[in-house]
């Protein structure tokens, strides 16, 4: 099975700064990384396919790249609404397994 | 507007059963993947299960294979999860997801439900 690990666990940052978050695999996934938002009492979100490809609707300042093990997401500039939680998730191979999510904070 | 509404969820005691409903409307569901994702309370998401869109291959997670079996009707367009012999673990609000490739492309999950809370406790 593929294991993967998120990190940082938490993160504190404040409106308008950059934070990036990172995913590693345990053995190389190709780009079969997906990318979640998730904020308390609402479904998750999908935001990034395929460790880079943006969804429709999601807004620029948020990006992906990576692949093989490692990925990362970054928030160029964040805005209040994108204090949420986010996972990465590997969909190489079943299970599809998710990492242990960051949940991000206001600083 | 694609929407999808668990239900089944409540209070079962350890070793019990239970079987949530994840009933779809919009899209044609016979087309999708489906798949199951739990969060534990002050836990991350789990992904639990996946049925590709014929029903054929299902998949589960190494925490709840032999105990749970994802099926669907697709002449009701509902997805369903059995959970057998129940464990405290298994408290946990329970998703369901489309996948909107056949459930076996890798594809992120696009629509989502709301969730229904499954409590195991004595």
């Known amino acids: 099975d593929v294991q993967v690990t998120q990190s940082p666990s938490s993160l504190s940052a404040s409106v308008g700064d950059r934070v990036t978050i990172t995913c590693r695999a345990s053995?190389?996934?190709?780009?079969?990384l997906n990318w979640y938002q998730h904020k308390p009492g609402k479904a998750p979100k999908a935001l990034i396919s395929?460790?880079?490809t943006l969804l429709s609707g999601v807004p620029s300042r948020f990006s992906g790249s990576g692949s093989g093990t490692q990925f990362t997401l970054t928030i160029s500039s964040l805005q209040p609404e994108d204090f949420a939680t986010y996972y990465c998730?590997?969909?190489?191979?079943?299970?599809?397994?998710f990492g242990q999510g960051t949940k991000l904070e206001i600083k | 507007q694609v929407q999808l509404v668990e239900s089944g969820g409540g209070v079962v005691q350890p070793r019990g059963s239970l079987r949530l409903s994840c009933e779809a409307s919009?899209?044609?569901?016979?087309?999708?993947?489906m798949h199951w994702v739990r969060q534990a309370p002050g836990k991350g998401l789990e992904w639990v299960a996946v049925?590709?869109?014929?029903?054929?291959?299902?998949y589960y997670a190494d925490s709840v294979k032999g105990r749970f079996i994802i099926s669907r009707d697709n002449s009701k367009n509902t997805l369903y999860l059995e959970m057998n012999n129940l464990r405290v673990e298994d408290t946990a609000v329970y998703y369901c997801?489309?996948?909107?490739?056949?459930?076996?492309?890798?594809?992120?999950?696009?629509?989502w439900g709301q969730g229904t809370l499954v409590t195991v406790s004595s």
């Open positions: 998730q590997q969909s190489y191979s079943t299970p599809y397994s």
């Open positions: 049925v590709w869109y014929n029903g054929i291959h299902q």
């Open positions: 919009g899209g044609t569901f016979s087309h999708y993947g």
């Open positions: 395929s460790a880079s």
């Open positions: 997801a489309r996948d909107p490739d056949g459930g076996g492309s890798g594809s992120p999950l696009d629509y």
């Open positions: 053995l190389s996934i190709s780009t079969f």
